[in-house]
């Protein structure tokens, strides 16, 4: 089993939609978690980073996480064509530790 | 302009050939890291550094050297190259106190070795 587990896709929706992004992992010690995009040919951009669980919200985009059942959710609202790219969820033990990405989720928004 | 820079962007090379890739950055960035992303794979932690001469393996360091004599610089050596070691790497660094929360991506290395 893999440590951090993500739908690869592809998802497809059209412009306006939410968007819900997913993954799971397995190690309890994971603390801190990421999301990342990352646009083709490009390297990743931090999305969102929240520490421990609970929800965080910056503009149209919401993290959330549930240690409790090892889950974490990215969700998009109002999704843009701009939005069209790969997602990685990523997280680690400490803030100075080694991090493990999921295999990212590969999402078109069609106008 | 705050950024992380790699060199060179595009490597083809042979079997057995050393290289150096090299990574800086112009933020004080404490944490700096190296990965490679393959299809299927996703990104995959070769080496991170926590601060000067300060560095530790991650899930793929076999095949792999780094140092950090420089806060700025994290050179990744790949002594032997291999086939199995044509990837895209990355080089990241992350805000000061924030470790590997929030990292910058450089624009990435793809490496082919024959």
């Known amino acids: 089993q893999k440590e951090v587990e993500q739908d690869p896709g592809p998802l497809s929706v059209p412009e306006g939609a939410i968007v819900s992004l997913n993954c799971t992992y397995s190690?309890?010690?994971?603390?801190?978690f990421m999301w990342y995009r990352q646009y083709s040919r490009k390297g990743p951009e931090l999305l969102m980073y929240?520490?421990?669980?609970g929800n965080k919200e910056d503009g149209r985009f919401t993290a959330q996480v549930d240690k409790s059942s090892k889950y974490i959710s990215l969700f998009i609202r109002d999704s843009q064509p701009s939005d069209s790219a790969t997602y990685l969820c990523?997280?680690?033990?400490?803030?100075?530790?080694?991090?493990?990405f999921g295999p990212g989720t590969s999402l078109s928004v069609i106008p | 302009e705050a950024q992380v820079t790699q060199n060179p962007r595009y490597l083809i090379t042979v079997t057995g050939k050393k290289l150096t890739v090299t990574c800086s950055q112009n933020?004080?960035?404490?944490?700096m890291s190296w990965y490679r992303q393959d299809p299927g794979l996703g990104l995959r932690q070769i080496y991170y550094?926590?601060?000067?001469?300060?560095?530790d393996k991650g899930d793929v360091p076999e095949g792999y050297k780094v140092s950090r004599k420089e806060k700025r610089n994290f050179p990744l050596i790949l002594e032997s190259p291999s086939p199995n070691q044509t990837s895209l790497y990355f080089c990241?660094?992350?805000?000061?106190?924030?470790?590997?929360?929030?990292?910058?991506f450089g624009p990435g290395t793809r490496l082919t070795v024959t």
């Open positions: 990241a660094s992350s805000t000061p106190g924030q470790g590997a929360g929030e990292q910058y």
């Open positions: 190690n309890s010690a994971f603390q801190y």
């Open positions: 929240t520490y421990s669980s």
């Open positions: 990523a997280m680690s033990k400490t803030s100075y530790d080694k991090v493990i």
């Open positions: 933020m004080n960035h404490e944490y």
């Open positions: 550094s926590m601060n000067v001469e300060v560095t």
